[in-house]
T-cell receptor, first 113, second 114 residues
Framework: DGGITQSPKYLFRKEGQNVTLSCEQN?????MYWYRQDPGQGLRLIYY???????QKGDIAEGYSVSREKKESFPLTVTSAQKNPTAFYLC????????????FGSGTQLSVL | AQSVTQLGSHVSVSEGALVLLRCNYS??????LFWYVQYPNQGLQLLLK??????LVKGINGFEAEFKKSETSFHLTKPSAHMSDAAEYFC????????????FGKGTKLTVNP
């Protein structure tokens, strides 16, 4: 079945540590997105990519980094510069047309030790 | 700038009762409007989407929403709630452009009581 796979489901970060969240899709979508979800806050866009080897900052990119070396993969690194990383992180993908629906992964819960 | 407001962070209904989740939007151009559903510890799934073809939009699982331009609203309804409808629901708005322009509301958590 086609879909988006996020791993791990739970992740713990120590102070000063960088951690990387994985996102893989087999939907042949050009566009991929990373969202951060905090309780009662909805979803906020961190980074997005519309094509391989290109990505753009979203609304809350500080303390995060991404890469898009393959169409299928869009990993997110939460750096030590992100002082409040505890959140639920969602990866999504879509076709690269106007207002296409988003397909979401099942998320990664990141917590700080 | 576009924005969306969901009235009521928590809504509780009895099984079999009407479900009404409210969404109001602000947009300077005719918007695209979406409702997504999120089950516990899962990603979001599209319920329905308004793209100006029809003001009453039918979605999955018996949900529908009506676009009312005069009220700038896009409320989500279901005639009869089922226990399996318990989830968090997000309204989202997008003006002309790609999906990176999508703005989400803060969500409404629906509880269904037996």
């Amino acid at each position: 079945d086609g879909g988006i796979t996020q791993s791990p489901k739970y992740l713990f970060r120590k102070e000063g540590q960088n951690v990387t969240l994985s996102c893989e899709q087999n939907l042949n979508h050009d566009a991929m997105y990373w969202y951060r979800q905090d309780p009662g806050q909805g979803l906020r866009l961190i980074y997005y990519s519309q094509i391989v080897n290109d990505f753009q900052k979203g609304d809350i990119a500080e303390g995060y980094s991404v890469s898009r070396e393959k169409k299928e993969s869009f990993p997110l690194t939460v750096t030590s510069a992100q002082k409040n990383p505890t959140a639920f992180y969602l990866c999504a993908s879509s076709r690269r047309f106007q207002n296409e629906k988003l397909f979401f992964g099942s998320g990664t819960q990141l917590s700080v030790l | 700038a576009q924005s969306v407001t969901q009235l009521g962070s928590h809504v509780s209904v009895s099984e079999g009762a009407l479900v009404l989740l409210r969404c109001n939007y602000s947009s300077s151009v005719p918007p695209y409007l979406f409702w997504y559903v999120q089950y516990p510890n899962q990603g979001l799934q599209l319920l329905l989407k308004y793209t100006s073809a029809a003001t009453l939009v039918k979605g999955i699982n018996g949900f529908e929403a009506e676009f009312k331009k005069s009220e700038t609203s896009f409320h989500l309804t279901k005639p009869s709630a089922h226990m399996s409808d318990a989830a968090e629901y997000f309204c989202a708005v997008s003006e002309q452009g790609g999906s990176e322009k999508l703005v989400f509301g803060k969500g409404t958590k629906l509880t269904v009581n037996p």
